[in-house]
C-alpha cells in the first residue's frame, strides 16, 4: 500500500496553546526526516486563512499527495484542513489530524517529554495517511419524517416547526397527555403570563396538525438503523377507552370506586382509576390506569362500561406495538422534580405543609385543588408566614446535586410575589445562597419581588424543619448579619432541584446517546453544537439536555428543529466511507464477520462464496475486521497495516 | 542509569474514550505522557493481533478504552471488545507477558478526569512492573 509518497506536515503553534508546551519547530524538524515526508512546517494559527493557504500553496508548489495536520482535535479541525486539501485537488481522504493539543500539549507540563509525545503522535499520523486511499463519500437516501420524543413544551414546539416546514412528525409521550410540566404551573415569569393560557393552543395546534401523528401514553422501545434512516419501534400502551368514541361526559369517573394520588395535582388531590388527567388535556379523552383499577381479567368491578352510553370502553383492549421509519430524532424528555425521599432533612413528605415547588404552583393555579386560593395542605387555612428555601439538592456536591438548577431564583421570586397577590397581608421569606437572575427582565422581575411585594430574602441556608403547635419551625441563618434565624411559618416551600426525568437514562441506551455526569443528556460540543446530540440525526431540546427555563426550551427546540428542516432540505445524505470492505480472493467464506456486524451490513455471496459488504448500511465500526481470522476484511483507511504501522513508529527504537 | 520509563500504546475508541481524553485535555488536567493514542472508530477495531504485536514491539503496556456497557456508538461493539480481551488475556499468560499489561476500561466523553485516572494509575502500575522483557523465540521471559 504505502507507494512513494509525498507527505506535507503541518504543525500548529495555536497561539501558545500547542507551542507553549510543545516545542512545534523541533516536532518540524523531526517530521522533515521522517520517510516520505517533503515538507514540515510550522505555523502559529494553521485553522487561520493565511494558514490554510499555507497548506494549499504547498500541495501545489510541492506537489503533496498527503498531508497531515498537527493541532487540535479532530472533532474541530479535521474538516476545515479536509477542505482545504480538497481545494488544492486533493483527496480529502489524503489529509488527517494528529491531535497534539487535547491529547498533548494541554495534558502535560514538562516541554520535553510534550515534545517527544507530540513528535510520535504525528509520526503515527504521517504513517496512516501514508496508507490512506482516497475516498469518496457514500450517498444514502432519507426518510423525511421526524420523531420526537417527549411532548413537554419543548418536544411541541419542535413538533411545530417541523411540521409547520412542512414535514410528517411523529409526537410520542409517555402519560396520557401532552403538556409536561409546563401545563402544571400557574403563571410564568417575568411577565406572569398565564402558563395553561399559553400554552394550550399550542396543545390544541398539535392535536390538529395535519402532519402530526400524536401518540400518547407510548414510549419508545427499540430503535435501530442510523441518520436519515432510523427504524422505531413505538409500545402504545392501551388506555382501554377509544379516544374517538369518548363524549367526556365523565360518568366512568363517577362511578369508579378507586381513588389514588392525582399526579397532575402532585398528590394533592386525588384521581379515579378511569380519569382525565386535566381538563385541557389532548388528547381529549379518559384513560384507565390499569395499575390501579381492581382488575380487568377477570373484570373485578365493571362498573365504569355498565355507565358509558357510548361504549368507548374496550377492557379487552391491547398494547401495540407500532413500527415507524424516521430519518431525524428529536429527544426532549425533560425533567422530574429530585426525589422527595432525598430531602428528608426539610421534613419533606413528612410534615403535610412542607411542599415542592411544584405542588406550589398547583395551589396557586387557578385550575388546582383550591382553585387558586393559597390554603395550606394540613387545615385548609390561608397560610401567614411562608417561608421558600432554594436550592434544595441544587449546589450541594456533597449530598446532593452540585449543579445549579438554574430555574429555581425565578420561580421562587415567582412564588413569593404570587404568595403576596393572593394573600396580601400575609409574609413571604426566602433562605437563598446566591440570586442568578440572568435573563431579560429577570433582575427586575426579582427586584419588584422585595421592593414591591415586600419579601424578605435571607441569605443563608436552612439546619432544621419541624412541626410544634400547628406551626412549622424553621431554623436558618442570615450569613449578612451573622444572625440565627427562627421562623414560625404556616408553610414551607422547597424549591426542588430538576434532574432528568425519570427513565432518561434507559432511554439513553435505547438510542445509544450518551449521558453526562449528572444523567442529562450530553451535546455534540457544549459551546458549538448545543442542540445536537453524539449521534448525527439524534437532536436534543429543552431540560432533558441541562436545566433551563421555558424561553430556553423553546429557542433550543426550534434550534433542533430547524436542524432537522435543514436536514429534510436536501435528498440524500453523505454517509462517512471509512467503511469495511472485503478481499474477495483472501474471504474463505467462512462468515466469522456476518453475526459481528450489528446492522445487517455483510452478507454472504451464495455465487462467489465470499461475504461482501452493503456500504450504505455499514458504519464503520471496524468490529469485523478484527474477526475475521484471514485477514481479507479490511476497514478503509483503518487497515490493519495502517494501525500496526502507527504502534510501530510511536515504539520505534524500543525492541 | 534513567528511571525505566514504560511505553504504552492506547487504542482509544472515537466516541467515547477519545472524546474523554479530549475533555482531559479541555479541561487541562495533567497527567503522565507514557500512553500515546491510536484513535479507531470503535473499541472492537482492535484486533487481538494488534495487542500482541504492540508487545512484540516493544510495549510494556497496552491499554484500550471503550464506551461503557450499553452506550456503545455501534449498540454492542464494546461487548464484543470485552469478549476478545478477557481471551486474549489468558492466551497471554501463556505467551508470558502478565495480563495485567493489558487494560481495557469504559471511559466515556464526559470521563475527563476518569482517564486521567486511568492513564496515571496504568502507568504507575506498569513502571512498577518493569520492562517487559520478551525472549528471542517468544517463549516465556523470566520473572513474569
Not at chain 1, 404556616?490 to 432511554?507: F, H, K, N, T, Y
Request: proline share 6%; glycine share 8%; with cysteine.
Amino acid at each position: 500500500m504505502k507507494n512513494k509518497k509525498r507527505t506535507g506536515v503541518f504543525v500548529c503553534h495555536c497561539g501558545i496553546n500547542i507551542a507553549g508546551t510543545v516545542d512545534v519547530k523541533k516536532v518540524a524538524e523531526e517530521l522533515a526526516k521522517h520517510e516520505g515526508v517533503v515538507l514540515a512546517t510550522d505555523y502559529v494559527y494553521m485553522c487561520s486563512d493565511p494558514g490554510q493557504k499555507l497548506i494549499i500553496e504547498s500541495i501545489k508548489e510541492k506537489d503533496l499527495d498527503s498531508v497531515v495536520v498537527a493541532c487540535c482535535s479532530p472533532t474541530l479541525h479535521e474538516s476545515t484542513f479536509r477542505k482545504a486539501t480538497n481545494m488544492a485537488g486533493l483527496n480529502p481522504y489524503q489529509c488527517e489530524i494528529a491531535n497534539i493539543r487535547e491529547q498533548c500539549s494541554w495534558v502535560h507540563k514538562e516541554k520535553s517529554k510534550a515534545t517527544a509525545k507530540a513528535i510520535k503522535i504525528a509520526k503515527s499520523i504521517v504513517e496512516k495517511v501514508q496508507r490512506n486511499t482516497p475516498l469518496e463519500p457514500i450517498s444514502v437516501p432519507i426518510t423525511k419524517r421526524a420523531l420526537v420524543i417527549g411532548g413537554g413544551i419543548s418536544g411541541i414546539q419542535a413538533a411545530l416547526d417541523i411540521a409547520n416546514g412542512g414535514y410528517e412528525v411523529i409526537l410520542v409521550e409517555r402519560s396520557p397527555s401532552i403538556g409536561g410540566h409546563m401545563i402544571q404551573l400557574s403563571e410564568t415569569f417575568p411577565t406572569l403570563d398565564c402558563s395553561q393560557c399559553i400554552l394550550t393552543p399550542k396543545m390544541v395546534e398539535v392535536s390538529k396538525h395535519p402532519n402530526i401523528k400524536l401518540m400518547t401514553y407510548s414510549e419508545v422501545q427499540e430503535i435501530s438503523g442510523f441518520v436519515g434512516n432510523f427504524k422505531v419501534k413505538i409500545r402504545k400502551k392501551p388506555t382501554y377507552v377509544d379516544p374517538d368514541a369518548c363524549t367526556m361526559c365523565g360518568e366512568c369517573s363517577e362511578v369508579c370506586p378507586v381513588v389514588v394520588p392525582n399526579e397532575f395535582d402532585l398528590g394533592l388531590t386525588g384521581r379515579k382509576a378511569i380519569y382525565i388527567p386535566f381538563p385541557q388535556a389532548i388528547p381529549a379523552s379518559y384513560t384507565l390506569d390499569s395499575a390501579h383499577c381492581p382488575g380487568l381479567v377477570p373484570i373485578a368491578c365493571g362498573k365504569c362500561i355498565d355507565v358509558c352510553e357510548p361504549k368507548a370502553i374496550n377492557y379487552d383492549m391491547p398494547p401495540q406495538i407500532i413500527e415507524e421509519e424516521v430519518g431525524a430524532i428529536v429527544v426532549a424528555t425533560g425533567y422530574d422534580l429530585y426525589e422527595k425521599e432525598r430531602m428528608a432533612e426539610y421534613g419533606y413528605g413528612k410534615i403535610p405543609d412542607v411542599l415542592d415547588g411544584l405542588q406550589f404552583e398547583r395551589l396557586l393555579s387557578a385550575s388546582g385543588p383550591t382553585k387558586g386560593e393559597v390554603l395550606r395542605p394540613s387545615d385548609h387555612r390561608v397560610p401567614k408566614e411562608v417561608v421558600f428555601i432554594q436550592c434544595c439538592g441544587s449546589r450541594d456536591p456533597e449530598l446532593h446535586n452540585a449543579y445549579c438548577s438554574k430555574i429555581c431564583c425565578m420561580y421562587t421570586a415567582k412564588h413569593a410575589m404570587l404568595y403576596k397577590h393572593h394573600v396580601p397581608d400575609g409574609q413571604a421569606y426566602v433562605f437563598y445562597i446566591d440570586i442568578r437572575s440572568g435573563g431579560k427582565g429577570y433582575e427586575e422581575f426579582v427586584q419588584r419581588a422585595t421592593e414591591e411585594d415586600g419579601v424578605v430574602y435571607l441569605r443563608g441556608k436552612v439546619s432544621k424543619i419541624f412541626q410544634e403547635n400547628g406551626k412549622v419551625i424553621v431554623w436558618g441563618v442570615d450569613t449578612l448579619s451573622g444572625k440565627d434565624i427562627q421562623i414560625e411559618a404556616d408553610l414551607v416551600v422547597l424549591a426542588m432541584a430538576i434532574r432528568p426525568s425519570q427513565g432518561a437514562r434507559e432511554l439513553a441506551k435505547v438510542l445509544k446517546i450518551s449521558i453526562d455526569k449528572d444523567g442529562f443528556f450530553s451535546e455534540a460540543h457544549p459551546k458549538l453544537r448545543p442542540v445536537e446530540s453524539m449521534v448525527s440525526g439524534m437532536f436534543l431540546a429543552g431540560v432533558a439536555q441541562g436545566p433551563k427555563d421555558i424561553p430556553e426550551t423553546v429557542a433550543q427546540a426550534s434550534g433542533a428543529a430547524s436542524k432537522v428542516l435543514a436536514m429534510f432540505s436536501s435528498d440524500e445524505l453523505s454517509h462517512d466511507p471509512i467503511v469495511a470492505e472485503v478481499d474477495e480472493d483472501l474471504c474463505c467464506g467462512c462468515k466469522i464477520c456476518i453475526p459481528q456486524c450489528p446492522y445487517e451490513a455483510r452478507i454472504f455471496d451464495e455465487q462467489k462464496k465470499v461475504v461482501i459488504v452493503n456500504e450504505v448500511l455499514c458504519e464503520g465500526c471496524g468490529a469485523c475486521i478484527a474477526a475475521c481470522p484471514s485477514g481479507a476484511a479490511q476497514q478503509r483507511n483503518f487497515t490493519d497495516e495502517q494501525i500496526l504501522s502507527m504502534v510501530d513508529i510511536i515504539l520505534e527504537g524500543e525492541r | 542509569m534513567a528511571e525505566f520509563e514504560p511505553k504504552i500504546i492506547c487504542f482509544a475508541c472515537n466516541w467515547c474514550t477519545s472524546a474523554g481524553a479530549d475533555l482531559a485535555g479541555t479541561s487541562r488536567m495533567e497527567y503522565q505522557p507514557n500512553g500515546v493514542i491510536i484513535r479507531v472508530m470503535c473499541s472492537s477495531r482492535v484486533d487481538p493481533q494488534h495487542v500482541l504485536w504492540a508487545f512484540k514491539k516493544g510495549a510494556d503496556g497496552v491499554f484500550i478504552g471503550g464506551c461503557h456497557p450499553g452506550d456503545c456508538h455501534y449498540q454492542d461493539g464494546n461487548y464484543k471488545t470485552l469478549r476478545r480481551i478477557k481471551l486474549l488475556k489468558k492466551l497471554l499468560g501463556d505467551l508470558g507477558i502478565n495480563p495485567d499489561r493489558l487494560r481495557l476500561e469504559w471511559v466515556s466523553a464526559a470521563e475527563g478526569k476518569k482517564f486521567v485516572n486511568v492513564m496515571n494509575e496504568f502507568t504507575d502500575y506498569i513502571r512498577k512492573l518493569g520492562r517487559l522483557e520478551l525472549s528471542e523465540n517468544g517463549g516465556p521471559p523470566s520473572g513474569e
